[in-house]
């Protein structure tokens, strides 16, 4: 009884062993591969993981498309597919694959790509876009247009209406504002109100508006909607609460002849008023509307 004791002990101790020296190395193993560079694998990272991210479009009909990436120098049993048809290889280098598409694909129409070669797949579902030749105000990358700030549409030849990105505040007394967003091609044609107090226009581009507002409701801080108004007097954008009237910002900024404290002009000699816009003797008086 003793020995055969002795012997189930002794197995289990040598299993042990084994599932120890099993984990260590797998452990070891997984260490490797994790070590390796970007898009290298295997225990001594030896496997280059090829992959694209840029290629050069060809129009819909047959032709040929050049993908950019990184490719090695191995190429065995090199195959592409887009939308599932084969592409056949034309040239293949380090950094490039092209091959000819004998098929006619649909503009506007992103299609999945598998790239194979050396028993290894790179697939990028939604991938490749026919080129769209006239993008309109905008420019073709990657399968779409990419519009100029203000237009939208596949072709980038839609205007979009008015909208505000940024606009600075003001004191509680009112002052010079700047806007930026999209204004449209003919920005005069709109018109601007806060609150209940309309924006008198100074100047006007595509992408920029200055303009002067008045104090906001009873000269109290606090947040106010800007509307855009086109040239029939419909509304064509709102800012809920976009605009603040802050106590502490000065009026103007004190004209530059002072420094504003929290909301209050300290003045430059000579200086003088709430906004530091006469000076002692009333000669001279900075003036504003």
Known sequence: MKFLLSLIIAFLTFSNQCLSQSSSSASSSSSSSSSCPEHYSGENCEILNHYSNFYYAAPPEPDTIEFVGIFGDTHNNLEVTIGGHNCVIRNVNYFRVSCFLDYSLNLYQLYD???????????????????????????FYMGACQCYLGWTGQDCNIEALPFISTITPVSIDGGIIT???????????YSFEIGLNKVKIHFTQSDKIIGYVTQGPNGVAGNQDIK??????VLVYTGVNQF??????????????GICNNGVCECFHPWVGDFCSHTIDTNLCQCSN
């Open 113 to 139: 790509v598998e790239i194979t070669q050396n028993n290894i797949t790179w697939f990028k579902e939604d991938y490749y876009g026919p080129l769209i030749e006239d993008c309109g105000n905008g420019h």
């Open 179 to 189: 806007l930026t967003g999209w204004f449209g091609s003919y920005p005069t044609e």
């Open 228 to 233: 855009i108004y086109n040239s029939n007097n």
């Open 244 to 257: 603040l009237y802050d106590s502490n910002l000065c009026f103007n900024n004190c004209f530059n002849m």
